[in-house]
């Protein structure tokens, strides 16, 4: 049964580029018959959310940013049969209709309607003094409650603990994902990981839980290599240090290269360095997302001539329904790190501060706690 209980809530609003997010009360509309209200417990700070506000990934204001969340259902549409009042759900920023030439192939991470909902800009949910604000990528957890489509609910169990299942909702799932769907490394198989955040680091532990025998760290950052071992890297490579990256990567794979080289960060100087980081038969797999109209050049001869590959890596290719509890099963059977991910636990009202410890490096990932 639907009931109207929240017309108000907190949310941090991107109302214009590069300014800072304004923390304020808005109004929340009434789900349609397809939606759930979900109170938020907890929201990740993804460096995605840092890439809108400064325009790299151009999604228009007003809106409420945040993609990383886990919560509460408190309400649900009329037409939706499978959530109730009460589940405890990860939100998911890509939706699954089902329908769509993808989802009927079984990829229901590039569904349709998912892609429209995640960059689009057309659904709001909120509004202010009758202004409509929109729902980042079909989900806006930078808010107390939120509004999704009932497909972008990923119900789990009541104990897992929502400020550790909230990474799941993407750089977990981006990360390890990239490693066990998108490639599916094999034991004995060499990896090198570009970029140590949040996204690379799971990249690691992805590797690591598929037997990889040599994962190899790159980053700017000490603090980010010496997360890199906490998550499985057995060796690192300071990139600031270094003349020659993939150079380094040979010389410690008997001047061989990598099977696998991940990008986590969307350079295009880092995306060439991994492809050039392989192996003959190699793939350089783009988990980073490079600001749009942003180009890579790749040696061409050598696509053909030593069979290597570059691919793309969208939200760890993932079953999203099937992937994220076996995941947060993982987790509590000790065997993937989610605890280790979390620096900083903050309130809504830190948010800028988040995005500050960012971009200086000094977090691997940021999660509002709601009260």
Not at 29 to 55: I, N, Y
Request: glycine share 12%.
């Amino acid at each position: 049964m639907l009931t109207r209980e929240i017309e108000m809530v907190k949310a941090a609003v991107m109302y214009n580029f590069n300014e800072p997010l304004k923390v304020e009360s808005i109004d929340l509309k009434a789900p349609r018959d397809d939606e759930v209200v979900v109170r938020l417990a907890a929201s990740g700070v993804c460096h995605t959310d840092l890439s809108v506000l400064e325009c790299r990934i151009p999604f228009p204001p007003p809106v409420v940013l945040g993609h990383e969340g886990a919560g509460v259902i408190e309400e649900v549409g009329k037409g939706v049969t499978e959530l109730k009042r009460g589940d405890h759900v990860i939100l998911s920023w890509v939706e699954n209709c089902g329908k769509c030439h993808f989802c009927v192939a079984g990829q229901g991470h590039l569904c349709d309607a998912g892609v429209r909902s995640a960059m689009a800009g057309g659904e709001a949910v909120f509004e202010k003094d009758g202004v409509d604000i929109a729902r980042f990528a079909g989900v806006a957890s930078f808010a107390e409650h939120t509004i999704v489509r009932a497909t972008a609910a990923i119900r789990i169990p009541d104990e897992v603990p929502l400020d550790r299942a909230c990474l799941v909702g993407c750089g977990v799932m981006t990360g390890v994902g990239a490693a066990i769907n998108t490639v599916n490394i094999r034991p004995g198989q060499t990896v090198a990981v570009f970029g140590c955040g949040g996204v690379g680091l799971n990249v690691i532990q992805g590797a690591a839980l598929c037997g990889a025998s040599k994962i190899i760290a790159v980053d700017l950052l000490a603090r980010k290599l010496e997360w890199a071992k906490q998550f499985g890297a057995s060796a690192t490579i300071d990139g600031k240090a270094a003349t020659d990256v993939p150079e380094a990567i040979r010389a410690l794979t008997d001047g061989l290269g990598v099977d696998y080289a991940f990008e986590a960060i969307g350079v295009s100087a880092a995306i060439q360095q991994a492809f050039a980081s392989l192996k003959r038969g190699g793939k350089a797999v783009v988990v980073g997302v490079p600001g749009l109209g942003v180009d890579v050049g790749i040696p061409g001869a050598t696509l053909a001539l030593e069979e290597k590959s570059l691919v793309g890596s969208l939200y760890g290719s993932a079953n999203l329904r099937r992937d994220m509890p076996r995941l947060l099963e993982l987790y509590m059977q000790k065997r993937l790190k989610l605890d280790e991910l979390i620096s900083r636990r903050i309130k809504l009202e830190e948010i800028n501060g988040a995005f500050e410890a960012m971009e200086k490096g000094e977090v691997a990932r940021s999660v509002i706690v709601y009260s």
